[in-house]
């Protein structure tokens, strides 16, 4: 029969777009459907395709069921009240806790309170009474007054008057010392200067040696010759004055004092011309000695712009000047495919403007020393570059020489424990001394000055040395170790100029400490102990700076001079340096200079 089936078609195809539940189904009723439709003939559902089979299983599904509150669900719920009601109540417990607090501190400041008005209470309680009994005290007074005579008055006042004359002359006694006792103050702030000045000189000399000789004498007394000159005192004035200027100075460009502007170089070569010449007149010889070179000493050479540098200023037509120098070190290093560190100076050296006279040649000895082998090195091959025919002074005839020594200088002769850095870095400043048995440090020989001296020029006089015109020093710290070694030339003023480094914070370095400038200088010297001790022997030093630049002067910088005198008390404080400094010193002997 098929109307059973026709009308179970429509069913099923609602269900098939409404019902997702798949719930199998009895298996009778699967039979009933199979037997249904063999007996009946092909109806529009026996055409389906075996795909559509699971549309019964859908079409059997039992509906959704209502929740049913089970006794497992009303006991979740009954846990869960209970559950919140604890924790409003320690919630509302800790809001009691905190409201007992708040009224605990509240009750602890009025009592505070209370006390310290019960203090003013008393204080005012107090005021009152004294002021009580200073009314009782003018009553008191007011009817004595009232009750003495005419007598009493005219002895009162008499009284009155030798108290006040007992009083004036009380008066002028503390006057007179408080006068005296300012009198002794100074005097003593005096004798202390005095013996801070004998500790200094005294500390110098126990680092520095000390010196005799006849330039120490006739430097600092009057002579019949006239070129030599006095030793110059600073007024405190002056002082003041210099003071307050370089430390402004300072606070207007902190490294002023770096890279100086060098004014003294100007026309040093008439400056050196002068001073030999007065050398030669002052000889008793009444036949003229043929003029020596001019003799440089570049100690701590670097990368030679300090030779470049002097020899452009005396010998300008040898062409060797920063210019030629850094074109030199550039294509050492390209040839090398490398590049050195700062190849044109720490201060931009090779920008330097050179000597208009560009054809005068004279003869000039520049000696460098570098101990860095790798520095030596690259300073060989320069000069291989610019000086060809001068073959490291060897060469034969007069004009420029440029003289370059791979070895040190101290206050020993010998050999010394130097940083690795020296053997393989190309103007590394870690290229210094280091303690011996340093582990990778490499030998380095050290001479001094005055030994250099007597090796390289013997005279005829066993006990004279050649003139120095320029000491320079950069020894990385140990500048006053190398003038220790040069005591005999010092002494006997044959250094018309010296010229060295002052760095204090090389000793402060965290990673490598070395020098002897500085608080943790070994040993420590300070700025002042040195110029001192040179002060002695005969030199006036200044501190060489930079001068206030165009850029400067817009933004209101004053003038400011190029030098700041040290010696003769004119500086009497280490000077604040930030980074380095240099000090430029010349000879009395040689006035002119």
């Not at 929740?67 to 604890?86: C, E, N, V």
């Not at 103050?185 to 006849?214: C, F, P, Y």
């Amino acid at each position: 029969n098929p109307n059973p089936v026709v009308v179970a078609a429509a069913p099923i195809q609602r269900e098939a777009t409404t019902t997702t539940t798949t719930a199998p189904l009895p298996s009778f009723h699967l039979a009933h459907i199979i037997q249904t439709q063999q007996q009946s003939p092909p109806t529009a559902l026996t055409m389906r395709s075996p795909s559509s089979t699971p549309q019964h299983h859908r079409l059997r599904s039992s509906p959704r069921k209502s929740p049913i509150t089970t006794p497992t669900t009303t006991k979740q719920i009954k846990t869960a009240t209970i559950i919140k009601s604890l924790f409003l109540s320690i919630l509302i417990l800790l809001v009691y806790f905190l409201l007992r607090i708040n009224l605990q501190l509240i009750q602890r400041l009025g009592e505070n309170n209370n006390q310290y008005e019960n203090v003013a209470t008393i204080r005012a309680k107090a005021v009152g009474r004294n002021n009580d009994n200073n009314k009782l005290l003018r009553g008191v007074n007011s009817i004595e007054g009232s009750q003495s005579t005419t007598t009493m008055t005219s002895i009162e006042e008499n009284d009155n008057t030798k108290e006040q004359e007992l009083l004036q002359n009380r008066l002028v006694t503390l006057r007179n010392e408080v006068t005296t006792m300012q009198k002794k103050v100074d005097d003593m702030k005096t004798k202390m200067e005095h013996v801070r000045n004998i500790q200094r000189s005294s500390g110098a000399s126990a680092v520095l040696g000390s010196g005799t000789g006849s330039g120490v004498q006739s430097s600092i007394k009057t002579t019949n010759n006239k070129q030599e000159l006095n030793r110059h005192t600073c007024t405190p004035n002056q002082q003041t004055l210099q003071s307050a200027r370089l430390q402004k100075r300072f606070s207007e460009w902190w490294s002023h004092s770096a890279c100086p502007d060098q004014v003294w170089m100007d026309h040093i070569d008439t400056l050196f011309h002068d001073a030999t010449n007065s050398i030669a007149t002052s000889s008793s010889q009444k036949q003229p000695q043929q003029q020596q070179p001019y003799l440089v000493l570049d100690i701590g050479c670097n990368k030679g712009y300090t030779s470049a540098d002097f020899l452009d200023a005396l010998s300008p037509g040898t062409n060797m000047n920063p210019h030629t120098l850094v074109t030199a070190i550039r294509a050492i290093a390209k040839e090398d495919n490398t590049k050195f560190d700062r190849d044109g100076g720490v201060c931009n050296d090779s920008k330097k403007a050179l000597n208009e006279d560009r054809a005068t040649v004279r003869d000039v000895e520049v000696h460098c020393f570098e101990p860095s082998p790798a520095t030596f090195d690259m300073l060989q091959r320069a000069h291989g570059k610019l000086m060809p025919q001068d073959n490291n002074g060897d060469g034969d005839g007069g004009g420029a020489k440029w003289i370059i020594h791979n070895k040190g200088m101290h206050n020993k002769n010998g050999e010394m424990a130097w940083h690795s850095a020296c053997a393989h870095a190309v103007g590394d400043e870690l290229c210094t001394i280091v303690d011996e048995g340093t582990s990778d440090a490499i030998t380095v020989p050290v001479v001094t000055v005055d030994t250099f001296l007597e090796e390289t020029y013997p005279a005829s006089k066993p006990s004279e040395l050649p003139l120095v015109h320029m000491l320079k020093i950069d020894a990385e710290g140990l500048d006053p170790a190398v003038l220790q070694g040069a005591m005999k030339v010092l002494t006997e003023n044959r250094a018309i100029m010296v010229m060295f480094e002052f760095n204090p914070g090389l000793s402060e370095k965290g990673d490598h400490p070395h020098g002897m400038w500085g608080k943790r200088g070994n040993p420590r010297v300070t700025l002042l102990d040195v110029t001192e001790w040179l002060d002695s022997l005969g030199y006036d030093c200044y501190l060489d700076t930079h001068l206030p630049d165009g850029n400067e002067k817009k933004k209101g910088v004053t003038e400011a001079p190029g030098l700041y005198r040290i010696t003769g008390d004119c500086m009497t404080k280490e000077p604040n340096v930030r980074g380095w400094a240099n000090v430029v010193c010349a000879s009395r002997k040689y006035g002119n200079v």
